[in-house]
């Protein structure tokens, strides 16, 4: 597609429902990011994949949170057991090539995920 | 592991003003220094992308310059707009392994008429 493309824009959830933020990057992109981000914060890194492999999961909080990309385009984030302090703005990159060269990155308009 | 710190943390400016918005970085060890806009509910937009081996780059009223020994980045916006009143973001890659980027907590601007 044109650009990056997250569903769904907003999510609110129930304290301990399982929820599932989907990324659809830019086509041909090989690399894809997930970030999350706090009011009044930077983003802050939680995994990454080239192409369908998942190369770092070390920002992941904990084991309620997992990703995958399958086909090595579209990716779900997954949280289980949502609790309140998940509650934050969820955001998507891609970027052509991470380790040939990234040519910078491009953000998708992000999740807003409210736990209640 | 890399630190990001942006200053300063809110700017509110009559329209018109020349501004300079700060980044500074820990580990000089980068691979680019990119520049963002967030804009409220919406995604983070690209502004400029500095390599490690160039010392500025220009996009019309925006200049943003890089002193990698020094870990510091400047975005000098000229003759602002209530347009441009948003937060400023900077990214900064690491220069080996996997490329992700650290973000500062951003520059809330306000250009006000």
């Known amino acids: 597609g044109a650009g990056v493309s997250q569903s769904p824009r907003y999510k609110v959830t129930k304290r301990g429902q399982d929820v599932a933020l989907r990324c659809d990057p830019i086509s041909g992109h090989v690399s894809l990011y997930w970030y999350r981000q706090a009011l009044g914060q930077g983003p802050e890194f939680l995994t990454y994949f080239n192409y369908e492999a998942q190369q770092d999961k070390s920002g992941l909080p904990n084991d309620r949170f997992s990703a995958e990309r399958p086909e090595g385009s579209i990716s779900t984030l997954t949280i289980q057991r949502t609790e309140q302090r998940d509650s934050a703005m969820y955001r998507c990159a891609s970027s052509q090539n991470a380790e040939t060269g990234p040519y910078g990155y491009t953000f998708g308009s992000g999740t807003r995920l409210t736990v209640v | 592991k890399q630190e990001v710190t942006q200053i300063p943390a809110a700017l509110s400016v009559p329209e018109g003003e020349n501004l300079v918005l700060n980044c500074s970085f820990t580990d000089s060890a980068i691979y680019n220094l990119q520049w963002f806009r967030q804009d409220p509910g919406k995604g983070l937009t690209s502004l400029l992308l500095?390599?490690?081996?160039?010392r500025e780059q220009t996009s019309g009223r925006l200049n943003a310059s890089l002193d990698k020994s020094s870990g510091r980045s400047t975005l000098y916006i000229a003759a602002s707009q209530p347009g441009d009143s948003a937060t400023y973001l900077c990214a900064v890659p690491p220069s080996g392994g996997s490329y992700i980027p650290t973000f500062g907590r951003g520059t809330s601007l306000i250009v006000h008429p």
């Open positions: 500095i390599q490690s081996s160039q």
